[in-house]
């Protein structure tokens, strides 16, 4: 143990967590040629995480420091973003351990039919729920107890994937197809319970037009820009009593300039740190269209990124950037500006999309009121997920404190953390909480897709009745 | 030589895999080309490209007419011999339409 220890030490996490993806994927009989390279890649695109988020730390980060010192607002919080949030949590020891443990749990979890979900192709978004498990490794310091957590929440998303499998496989289009994203499909129980309000209330005859919608705001998606306003502003608001001087105005430009540049790099640094898991996904991939799994009627969950572009979805992701980042102002005791995860928010209301059927106006409403409460949650983490992201290397400066807005904002997420960090009762109460509705989904599966957005005819069609040819055919 | 953009919701994941395998393939069929990485809401604005193809289904299309493809297919690999074959057809039509201009 002393050993392991000083080994992971002294290399770091840009060269272990490469080895033990590298290790990882021959193991799932990846070409070790591909491996290999993918985990090189991956390691290039750690370091250079190291260098973005420092030039982010230096420039907005003294400034975030700046703006709660000098004035009443107190934000502390910078939203470094999904794609940092991931780098952070598998930087760290639990994130590179569920790596491991999270493909056998899902392997077993699919073989013995707890769940209809294949999850192994989706390898890259385990972060979305261990980033909850880091947290509660760094505020008990007990990591069985994390690794608990992260267990019972992969529990957790895989009951949502199988919920909304059906209703995303109609909506956008895709046959067989589900997403264990946990920011894009955590909404849909609260969408479920909005879409049958709006229902009583007549809400649900509001219909918007998409493509419209899109192309007055299309600004929003475009996060260079949104980095730069975003910059600049912080900036302003933190040099508000120097506003005299050349320097200051100077100091202004620059860090707007920064955070855009940082915003505009993003994609393409995150784009090598994947590729190390890229060749995981597409392996099973290959393996289970190869039907090398035989098992009737089951999801394989696909990244998110492949339903974010449907109208209706991108429409009302859009039209939630500025709404949210209105809320997160207003919002009593929020400390957190969402920054580098306002592109991202059509991501966070794909399941709302799907139960509302592409219905705009629900999906926002919705959206806003969900993750109104998230945020909420979300400013309760910030200083102990901020200790997690120093551990693995991402130390924030002065008084600002680093976390993924887009992360931090899931309600289950916050409530399977608080559990799991309250002592052995709440941990009972959790588990007993999940077995019963685990139970009733599976008694009533067919009426609880529905629910979740799935037409009858296309559940009959698609769903139900390739089951019945398949097993005819046997 | 043929330049091509590869655009999904957050420019990262479905891009690398689709990016890696347009390579795969263009490397193959000895075609020279460059894979920009965008996002699906950059592609009304993009400019001075050849090619666009989306790793997931999309009504966008671009102000310059530049064609829009639908890759999913190489991310799933679910008809992905179709779309290859409908991409290299697509470069060569593209390629002859360069030469003619040029």
Redesign the interface.
């Known amino acids: 143990m002393e050993t392991l220890k000083l080994i992971m030490d002294t290399f770091g996490s840009s060269v272990l967590v490469p080895i033990i993806v590298f290790i990882l994927s021959l193991i799932l009989k990846v070409k070790p040629k591909t491996a290999f390279k993918g985990a090189v890649q991956m390691g290039v695109g750690l370091v250079a995480f190291n260098l973005i988020l420092g030039a982010l730390m230096t420039s907005l980060g003294g400034q975030v420091s700046a703006m709660v010192q000098n004035t009443a607002i107190n934000m502390p919080g910078i939203d470094v973003g999904w794609a940092a949030g991931a780098v952070i949590v598998y930087s760290n020891t639990i994130g590179m351990f569920y790596l491991v443990l999270g493909l056998g749990v899902n392997l077993v979890l699919f073989l013995v039919k707890w769940t209809d979900t294949f999850q192994p192709t989706d390898i890259w978004n385990y972060y979305q729920f261990v980033f909850w498990a880091a947290i509660v490794q760094y505020l008990t310091g007990n990591f069985g107890l994390a690794i608990a957590c992260a267990v019972f929440l992969n529990l957790v998303v895989l009951l949502l994937a199988d919920l909304v499998g059906p209703a995303f496989q109609e909506h956008y289009g895709y046959e067989g197809v589900t997403s264990t994203c946990f920011c894009a499909i955590n909404a849909a129980p609260f969408a479920i319970l909005m879409k049958w309000i709006g229902k009583k209330i007549h809400a649900d005859k509001i219909q918007l037009d998409p493509d419209k919608l899109k192309e007055k705001l299309g600004f929003w998606g475009e996060p260079m820009a949104m980095g730069l306003i975003i910059g600049i502003a912080i900036a302003l608001i933190a040099n508000w009593k120097e506003l005299g001087t050349l320097a200051t105005w100077a100091t202004i430009i620059t860090v707007g300039l920064t955070t855009g540049a940082i915003m505009a790099l993003y994609p393409a640094v995150a784009g090598f740190f994947v590729r190390g898991l890229t060749p995981i996904s597409t392996t099973m991939q290959m393996r289970v269209r190869r039907g090398e799994i035989k098992r009737q009627n089951f999801f394989i969950s696909i990244d998110p990124a492949v339903y974010f572009g449907e109208s209706a979805n991108l429409a009302a992701g859009l039209i939630l950037i500025p709404i949210m980042l209105g809320i997160s102002i207003i919002e009593p005791g929020n400390k957190m500006l969402p920054l580098a995860d306002l592109a991202a928010m059509p991501f966070m209301v794909e399941s709302i999309t799907a139960v509302m059927r592409g219905n705009i106006f629900g999906t926002v409403v919705t959206g806003a009121i969900w993750y109104t409460i998230g945020q909420a949650m979300n400013s309760t983490i910030l200083t102990i997920f901020s200790q997690a992201a120093a551990a693995g290397g991402y130390k924030a400066t002065g008084a600002s404190l680093i976390s993924s807005w887009s992360l931090g904002v899931v309600p289950w997420g916050w409530l399977g953390y608080k559990a799991f960090s309250s002592g052995w009762l709440w941990i009972c109460v959790a588990v007993a909480v999940y077995l019963v509705v685990y139970f009733l989904f599976r008694k009533n599966k067919v009426k609880w897709q529905i629910a979740a957005g799935c037409s009858e005819e296309f559940m009959n069609e698609k769903i139900l009745k390739v089951n019945v040819t398949e097993t005819a055919a046997e | 030589m043929i330049k091509v953009v590869v655009a ?10 689709v ?2 395998r347009l390579e795969e393939i263009m490397r193959k069929n000895k075609i020279r080309h460059t894979i920009t ?1 965008h ?4 592609i ?2 993009i400019t001075g490209e050849d090619l666009i193809v ?7 299309t671009n102000d310059e007419g530049i064609p829009v493809m639908i890759g ?1 297919s190489l ?4 008809g992905e011999e179709e779309f290859t074959e409908e991409f290299l057809a697509k470069v060569k039509e593209i390629e002859e339409q360069k030469g003619q201009n040029g």
Do not use: L
Not at chain 2, 75 to 78: D, E, P, R, Y
């Open positions: 999904c919701g957050g420019g990262i994941f479905t891009t690398s895999v990016t890696d990485p996002k699906i809401t950059e009304p604005s989306v790793t997931g289904k999309t009504s966008a999913i991310f799933t690999g679910v």
